[in-house]
DNA sequence: AGCACGATTAACT
DNA sequence: GTTAATCGTGCTC
């Protein structure tokens, strides 16, 4: 059983955080069951100027969270039906965050499937909505510990992920977002290597 | 107080 | 390829 990831960790340029997130464990302990997946894809959305980041819209009560300290989950809700999950970076008050985008489930793997019923197997986390439906995260995960296990949703060390088995690329869903935030490539997806798909707890 | 729209997904044609 | 679902947020009036 590994710790969690300090806060140390998330104190940096956000686009360093969101490439060294791939390959970590992100962990949740809900109703006594341990769900883990290993972090496939990111995003960086990075202070008031990025037009893509919802700081965009400077201190709010939706944008606050990322404006508090760094290791921290903001959680937003949008499309009337889906959450997200991120998780702050940078100095406390500089308002940026890391889009968790992908997951691969690697335990919990029962109750990952019975929470995305009738998905396939590929489907269940590969999407930011996905994996916080398989996850159970939803607003009241806004603001916990990543760095903490006690609130049940936290983030480990993980498996190595080299540099030829990342690719970059623009973000996803900024369609009315200009330039040169729509095409910056600010995302990050683990490519190449797959996943062992072994235990069944 | 009203309104347009979104860091998406699933289910269509 | 297109589109409905569905509602909180931030902006305009």
Redo the contacts with the bound molecule.
Sequence with gaps: MEQPLSPEFFARPTLAVARDLLGCRLVRSLDGIRLVGIITET?A?IGETDL???AK?GR????APMYGPPGRAYVY??????W?L?AVTEAEAFPA?V?IRAVETVEGLRVVESRRE??PRA?WTN????LTAAFGIDSRQNTIDLTQTNSGLWIEPGIAISDTNVTTGP??????VPEPWKSIPWRFKVSGILFQTSSDT
């Design positions: 995003e959305y893509g980041c919802h819209a709010t009560k939706r944008t809700f949008t499309y009337g039906m889906h997200m991120n965050a889009l009738k998905a489907d999407g930011p909505a996905k973000r996803v869903g900024l369609n009315s």
